[in-house]
């Protein structure tokens, strides 16, 4: 298959090809390989690949699943594949190899997709871009000077760059949406539990949850499908129903929907954001839903309690860490700015914690009573463009990197908070060429309903054919 070829299917039309015997597995990953080859030199955003232990696949474990050969890339990330190091940029980690396949990653070979490599994250996700000591900076295929977003930009490069139509990310503050956004990829983020952590039984009090990042809805929705569902011993579970992949050209019917591009807690909104939250408006309104203007009104504290709880959960990940690696870690094996951020978690006591626990229910509460009014909730997902590499702060301390978190990103962590499905769309590029994301969230296990809009969008305004300056096409 051409390269060229290759670029205009999804994984879903891939897995229809390798169905009908127009193209085997193998010559699938063959034609990956050679899309990696062809662009990661530009984009840095392909860390690791494994083509040995692809091809054992192929030949012994394929099975029947929906993406039956279709290539696929896991973010370097909690996703564990077992034999394969997950090194989450971290140099510590880069010969940590763990026995076994998390859950999510058995569920994702059992759909069928051929696992090939991993993609770069930034250094253990805790920077606003993706960038780390292990493997450097990740470019955006629209502009190789901009950020790829975080903490998963090298899968979102790769989706829009076409090296694999969908791939892994996950998202505790807006990592599937924010790169989703600046890349100009769909990117869901499910319901609090609907997929998988296991083993970890649960990441962030189930604000981290796992999904891909995709070109079509349908992609997304089929595999969702395959993927949700519970697990033993998982403190946040999925909750009941869903067949996602049915909802895909289903009419949503006539949705009243919140607007909002007033930025929690402060930060100013680019006018681009704006502009394309304001086109995004004008076209529902053509599709007959109602838009009304609405800012959710969140608790004064609600960003400290956050900022506590993360700066907790990295202290503790660490700690973890200690075990795995068997040995204590010192300021020798962080940047600065990350070892401030670990020591601030340290100091952090149970009680504290579980006071910013409190608070984020009020944040939750405040959040999931929009959808007591609402179908759904649309504002832009980032505050601003994508943003150049250089606008990224390399030394700052802990105070600046929080405060430069709201004024990137301010729109996305609340739906964490609450456990909503939310979801960042590429409807609208700028007069620079990039992809500006606009975000919808619905009341929590309503990924359905988000589905049924995001095919209707996909129809009346499709994007799948834009191709960004970097492109294996």
């Not at 564990?80 to 940590?96: D, E, I, K, L």
């Not at 996602?244 to 949503?252: H, K, L, Q, T, V």
């Not at 504290?301 to 795995?324: C, H, K, N, P, Q």
Request: glycine share 10%; with cysteine.
């Amino acid at each position: 298959m051409q390269l060229s070829e290759y670029r205009n299917y999804d994984a879903t039309g891939l897995a229809q090809l390798i169905a009908t015997g127009e193209v085997t597995a193998d010559e699938l990953l063959d034609t990956a390989l050679a899309a990696t080859a062809a662009v990661n030199g530009e984009l840095n955003a392909v860390v690791a690949t494994f083509e040995d232990e692809a091809r054992r696949f192929i030949k012994q474990d394929l099975g029947d699943g929906p993406f039956r050969g279709v290539p696929f890339l896991l973010k370097d990330l909690t996703a564990h594949y077992g034999g394969q190091p997950t090194g989450a940029g971290w140099p510590p980690r880069a010969s940590v190899k763990p026995d076994s396949d998390a859950e999510l990653v058995r569920r994702f070979k059992q759909s069928g997709a051929v696992i090939f490599g991993k993609t770069a994250v930034p250094e253990l996700a805790m920077d606003w871009t993706t960038r780390s000591r292990a493997h450097g900076v990740t470019n955006n295929p629209w502009d190789t000077s901009r950020t790829a977003g975080t903490s998963s930009g090298g899968t979102a490069a790769a989706v829009a760059a076409g090296i694999v139509p969908m791939a892994h990310g996950n998202d505790g503050g807006g990592s599937i949406r924010v790169p989703s956004s600046v890349c100009g990829c769909f990117g869901l983020k499910p319901t609090r539990g609907r997929n998988p952590v296991a083993p970890s039984g649960s990441t962030w009090q189930g604000m981290l949850v796992e999904h891909v990042l995709s070109r079509s809805v349908r992609d997304s929705a089929a595999m969702l499908d395959a993927t949700a569902g519970s697990v033993a011993g998982q403190f946040f579970n999925s909750p009941a129903g869903g067949d996602f992949a049915a909802e895909i050209g289903r009419d949503p019917g006539k949705l009243r929907i919140a607007v909002s591009t007033r930025a929690p807690y402060g930060a100013p909104t680019h006018p681009d954001c704006i502009a394309a939250v304001d086109q995004t408006v004008k076209l529902l309104e053509d599709l007959g839903h109602i838009c009304e203007p609405y800012d959710i009104e969140l608790p004064q504290d609600g960003w400290s309690a956050f900022e506590t709880f993360i700066l907790a959960e990295y202290a503790t990940d660490m700690r973890l860490e200690e075990g795995v690696l068997g040995r204590k870690l010192s300021a020798d094996d962080f940047p600065p700015m990350l070892w401030e951020m670990i020591e601030a978690g340290n100091r952090i006591s149970a009680v504290e914690v579980n006071v910013a626990t409190t608070r984020l229910h009020a944040v939750a509460a405040a959040v999931t009573s929009t959808f007591n009014r609402y179908d759904a909730f649309l504002s832009p997902t980032l505050a601003q463009p994508p943003l150049p590499h250089g606008a990224f702060p390399q030394s700052t301390s802990m105070r600046g990197h929080y405060e430069f978190y709201l004024s990137w990103m301010p729109f996305t962590h609340i739906f964490n908070v609450n456990g909503s499905p939310a979801m960042s769309v590429p409807l609208v590029w700028n007069a620079d060429g990039l992809p500006i994301g606009v975000q919808f969230a619905a009341a929590p296990a309503a990924e359905g309903l988000l589905f049924r809009l995001a095919s209707q969008l996909e129809a009346v305004r499709p994007w799948s054919q834009k191709r960004p300056p970097v492109s294996i096409a």
